[in-house]
């Protein structure tokens, strides 16, 4: 089944402890990337990669990093994570970036920063 | 950049009711526009997609309309049931295949 996979899909953690969230997808898709999601606020994205190595930033990328080494997978990381990130957290990729290609979505990630 | 408003923000219908979602965004450069539906914590499913060069695309009872030179796309639900009952977002992915811009959403009860 073509999906993306998010774990954990929840996590409880105390700030400054690192953690990493993982993502991966199995369509073989050159875009991905990460959501954050809050009331009142809607979905904000991270970061987002176009292909291999090849990152950027989105609207809120302070605070947390990401990699892209392999096609499939595109981990996001707190290095030091502050109550201000507790959020419902969403990875998604793409076929491409042209016209005829939507996102898929991740089932999300629920974290606390206590 | 890129602004992208969902009105109204709740809207709540008796089952069977036809009912349009609207979507109106500020830049008109757009590849294609997707609606999303989304369950209370849950993650979002794919409804529909329209490319920029489309007018309108249907899936079931769900037809979705774009008008690019007006920045605008409605989502029509037809003879509408409580299992519709979600929030529906709307998404612009830009011209330059960067950053996609989300709306708030618009939250739908369908009552029995």
């Known amino acids: 089944e073509a999906q993306v996979t998010q774990n954990p899909r929840y996590l409880i953690t105390v700030t400054g402890k690192k953690l990493t969230v993982t993502c991966s997808q199995n369509?073989?898709?050159?875009?991905m990337s990460w959501y954050r999601q809050d009331p009142g606020l809607g979905l904000r994205q991270i970061y987002y990669?176009?292909?291999?190595?090849?990152?950027d930033k989105g609207d809120v990328p302070e605070g947390y990093k990401v990699s892209r080494k392999e096609k499939r997978n595109f981990p996001l990381i707190l290095e030091s994570p502050s109550p201000n990130q507790t959020s419902l957290y969403f990875c998604?990729?793409?076929?491409?970036?042209?016209?005829?290609?939507?996102?898929?979505f991740g089932s999300g990630t629920r974290l606390t920063v206590v | 950049k890129q602004e992208v408003t969902q009105i109204p923000a709740a809207l709540s219908v008796p089952e069977g009711e036809n009912l349009v979602l609207n979507c109106s965004f500020t830049?008109?450069?757009?590849?294609?526009l997707q609606w999303f539906r989304q369950d209370p914590g849950k993650g979002l499913t794919s409804l529909l997609l329209?490319?920029?060069?489309?007018r309108e695309q249907t899936s079931g009872r769900l037809n979705a309309s774009l008008d690019k030179s007006s920045g605008r796309s409605t989502l029509y639900i037809a003879a509408s049931q409580p299992g519709d009952s979600a929030t529906y977002l709307c998404?612009?992915?830009?011209?330059?295949?960067?950053?996609?811009?989300f709306g708030d959403g618009t939250t739908l009860t369908v009552k029995p």
């Open positions: 990669s176009m292909n291999v190595e090849v990152t």
């Open positions: 329209i490319q920029s060069s489309q």
């Open positions: 830049d008109s450069a757009i590849y294609n």
């Open positions: 369509m073989n898709h050159e875009y």
């Open positions: 998604a990729s793409s076929s491409g970036a042209g016209a005829y290609y939507g996102y898929t």
């Open positions: 998404a612009v992915r830009p011209g330059n295949a960067g950053k996609s811009t």
